[in-house]
């Protein structure tokens, strides 16, 4: 297998350096079957790739151990889905996963587009596979993953304990396959820059694909944060630790671009900043890669340190200085087509809505890199944490939220002030209400008013959709529920877009809750001992010492009471991999009764079995992956095809130029 | 099959071996106030934990003395001095408001403003004389509107919205 693996992937480096010469002469010859060849050197490239993926696949199915990445990585005793996951498991593979998914995405989009973009198509190809040669050296010359050991171990040596989990199953490879789908549309960006076909032609061609890898990456975000829940157990979900901030930097600009993305569309303005923001997302895509797998900046996560940082940090050097450069010289191609008319309209909420991302995405890089730039100039080392993103990222959150309610409700061009001020009354008395009830009933001025600003903009989400919907009863005479229907299928990515703010308002709730009314004890007990906690009682049942294929396992089980009605049991694990006996991991024990959480983490114990114990009661997390769920059907109905529409299509053009000048 | 086993049972040993006398003397649990402080400290030798969460002895260690010198009667600054005393201003979780520090603190605020001013002069560039438009939506209409008038002129913008897009769609297939 390692013949065949590093044998693909170097004839897949091969193909792509062919492919990248035939795609540059074929469009500057202008002869098409140059172009067409390259075409189908991506498949080839996606093909190869994909035999290598599949080839280190089989290496850890059948636990080949002379290959250095699986032995290093697996054993035998571990679970097939855990040996599966390994795969990604360290940097090799990660990278091996990277390119897979850009290069078979990279074939896909341009074969899909090749007729639509013939113009755009060579300068796609070339770009993506500049991309593809970096990742190809890397993985065939740097950090292969098809190394051979000269004497194989008759067992390997096992996962990285805090991979092992479910969770650690499909959040890495969301979060990578998301930002190796950005790939796509930056490839698209450059050759809209490079040919200077700025119109709305790669504007068209990509918003879905930034969707997609939107969409993935907010999805591999909120598995991380459901792992980091049930496995780090310090009782919460997000650290603020800088892998997770740098995995966030893209996925904020990425928002602020699927936003203003809709201006340029319908009104021809923003193309600057829209190009921008894509090559932005791609670039802080690839320094998150580079971050994950360097240890550049030190964290929980750096277990996966390595020499290929030089190599990230040159690659990263040349698609920034060379995209803003191709930015610049298009400037002047990238006038608006129109100018903005009014800041009371459509197109003024979404410009503050990329202020506030950008400003978010801007403050989270500086507090991620400023330890760095400490330890460079002041010789201190130092960390940033929590209460830095707390205090600053949170009052952008706040304004987001609330504009999360005004901006749905504003006018494309200019909004008749009158008329924006009635329609937000309902969702702003609903929002003052909520407040007001908080206040009596939380005493926390802060979170109140988070709560009023969520509830306002489910409000306005609401007030959409009933008033959508009762429009088309009017036109139509369709019942209320055939006509929401209709309103998602005729309009899915508006409709479909106010399910994932509704996801976002969800899980606002849940972050306040648990941000602002977490309590937490800590016991010592021993078996049958009681403790207190709120309205919850935690008995200690007594210790358990389990033994699994891999690991030896101790439980603490506890039952929880809630004012004294036992409630069930849960057991709070710590695990000892073989191997890896001194990194014990951890599972909590995570009970939900009602809208709290029972979160028992078992700290220490004594032979006695005597523990020590803490306990967390964290209010309103399970409304988090409740949001999460969503926000998958959100983006799912964002990709939901639209009917054609019964009026006949010649109508088209000539509508949407009378409506856009009316 | 027999290393494995022999492996299960060494690893039983070490498993049991390892939490032994941890707990020797029965750690108090903290006060709320020790908590929090103890939240507010960096446990130095985990990375990005805070000696509240974190499992590692020195961390254990920092907890208890935190709780001993609020019990002998320190306030809150002082045992925070005491740490930076020791370990150095790296190991306030919130790094503080000043010198060299309140670049961290700024510069978002900086930016912000910066991305303020460019977006307010790109507004006050675009904002140009608009000819007077009889569009319906856009109308800044008078404020005496009958709210009949009203609720159909926005169902007529959700209509129109819904065409337009399917028109737009219908253009780009």
């Known amino acids: ?662 | 099959m027999k290393p494995r086993i022999l492996g299960a049972l060494v690893m039983t040993c070490l498993v049991l071996l390892l939490p032994a006398g941890v707990l020797a003397e029965r750690e108090e649990p903290l006060s709320p106030q020790a908590l929090k402080i103890a939240n507010d400290l960096n446990c130095p030798v985990c990375e990005g934990q805070s000696v509240r969460d974190s499992n590692s002895q020195l961390a254990r260690d920092m907890r208890r003395t935190v709780q001993e010198r609020l019990d002998e009667g320190y306030t809150e600054e002082e045992v925070y001095d005491y740490f930076v005393d020791r370990y150095g201003v790296g190991i306030l979780r919130e790094p503080p408001k000043s010198g060299f520090f309140m670049t961290l603190w700024w510069a978002p605020v900086i930016g912000i403003a910066i991305g303020a001013l460019v977006l307010g002069t790109f507004i006050a560039q675009r904002k140009k004389p608009v000819q007077a438009t009889t569009e319906p939506s856009a109308g800044s209409a008078s404020d005496e509107h009958d709210p009949d008038d009203d609720l159909s002129e926005y169902e007529q913008k959700i209509l129109r919205d819904l065409d337009d897009d399917d028109s737009l769609r219908n253009g780009r297939q």
């Open chain 1, 1 to 662: 297998m390692a013949e065949l693996g590093s044998g693909v992937l170097i004839v897949a480096l091969l193909l792509s350096l062919y492919g990248f010469a035939v795609a540059l002469v074929g469009a500057h010859r202008n002869i098409p079957e140059l172009v067409e060849s390259s075409i189908r050197a991506t498949w080839g490239v996606a093909a190869l790739v994909v035999i290598a993926s599949g080839a280190l696949l089989y290496a850890f199915i059948t636990h080949d151990f002379s290959l250095d990445y699986v032995a290093g990585r697996s054993s035998t005793d571990m679970p097939m889905g855990y040996v599966l996951s390994a795969f990604w498991g360290g940097q090799e593979g990660s990278l091996l996963y990277w390119a897979t998914v850009s290069t078979v995405l990279a074939a896909i989009a341009i074969t899909m587009h090749r007729k639509r973009d013939r113009a755009l198509i060579p300068y796609v190809v070339m770009t993506s596979f500049a991309i593809n040669i970096f990742f190809l050296v890397m993985l065939t010359m740097i950090t292969s993953p098809f190394t051979v050991r000269a004497n194989v171990p008759a067992e390997g040596m096992g996962l990285n304990p805090l991979l092992r989990d479910p969770g650690m199953m499909i959040h890495p490879p969301l979060l990578l396959g998301g930002f190796a789908a950005f790939a796509v549309p930056f490839s698209f960006a450059i050759a809209a820059l490079v040919t200077g076909r700025l119109g709305e032609d790669w504007i068209r061609a990509i918003r879905h694909w930034a969707l997609i890898a939107w969409g993935v990456l907010g999805l591999g975000l909120l598995i991380g944060a459901w792992w980091a829940y049930h496995v780090l157990g310090w009782g919460g979900y997000w650290g603020w630790d800088p892998v997770e901030n740098v995995a966030l930097l893209p996925w904020l600009t990425a928002t602020a671009f699927i936003h203003s993305v809709i201006v340029q569309e319908r009104r021809g303005m923003l193309k600057i900043w829209n190009m921008s923001l894509i090559v932005a997302s791609f670039i802080l895509a690839i320094f998150a890669t580079f971050v994950v797998r360097s240890g550049v900046l030190s964290s929980v996560h750096s277990f996966a340190t390595s020499e290929i940082g030089p190599w990230f940090l040159g690659f990263l050097a040349i698609i920034t200085i060379g995209s803003v450069g191709l930015l610049i010289y298009r400037i002047p191609g990238l006038q608006s087509d129109r100018q903005l008319e009014s800041v009371v309209s459509r197109e003024g909420g979404f410009l503050f809505n990329n202020l506030l991302f950008t400003a978010m995405a801007f403050a989270t890089f500086w507090g991620t890199v400023f330890p760095i730039v400490s330890e460079l100039f002041r010789d201190t080392k130092l960390m940033v944490g929590p209460p830095f993103y707390d205090q600053v990222n949170g009052p952008i959150l706040l304004a987001l939220i609330i504009l999360m309610g005004i901006g749905p409700l504003l006018a494309w061009r200019q909004s008749s002030t009158s008329l924006l001020f009635k329609n937000l009354l309902w969702p702003g008395l609903a929002g003052v209400i909520a407040t007001i009830v908080s206040i009596v009933m939380l005493e926390h001025i802060l979170a109140s008013v988070a709560v009023g600003a969520t509830i306002f903009a489910v409000g306005t989400i609401v007030l959409e959709y009933v008033r959508g919907s009762r429009a088309r009863r009017r036109s139509t005479g369709e019942m209320y529920p055939v006509a929401i229907t209709m309103l998602f299928r005729k309009n899915s990515r508006r409709y479909g877009g106010y399910l994932v703010h509704l996801a976002v308002a969800i899980m606002a709730l849940g972050v306040i809750g648990s941000h602002f009314f977490q309590t937490e004890r800590q016991f010592v007990m021993e078996p049958g001992e009681t403790g207190e906690i709120g309205a919850y009682q935690v008995t200690f049942q007594g210790l358990e010492n389990r033994q699994t294929a891999d690991a030896n396992v101790i439980a603490a089980v506890v039952d929880v009471a809630r004012n004294g009605e036992h409630r069930g049991t849960v057991e709070a694990y710590r695990f000892f991999y073989r191997n890896f006996e001194d990194q014990p991991t951890a599972e909590m024990g995570v009970m939900t009764i009602g809208i709290d959480d029972v979160y028992v983490v078992l700290d220490r114990w004594e032979e006695s079995g005597t523990v020590g114990l803490r306990v967390f009661i964290n209010p309103m997390v399970s409304w988090i992956w409740i949001g999460g769920g969503v926000f998958v059907v959100g983006m799912l109905t964002l990709f939901w095809p639209n009917p054609k529409p019964s009026r006949s299509r010649a109508a088209g053009p000539a509508r949407k130029a009378v409506l856009r000048e009316a």
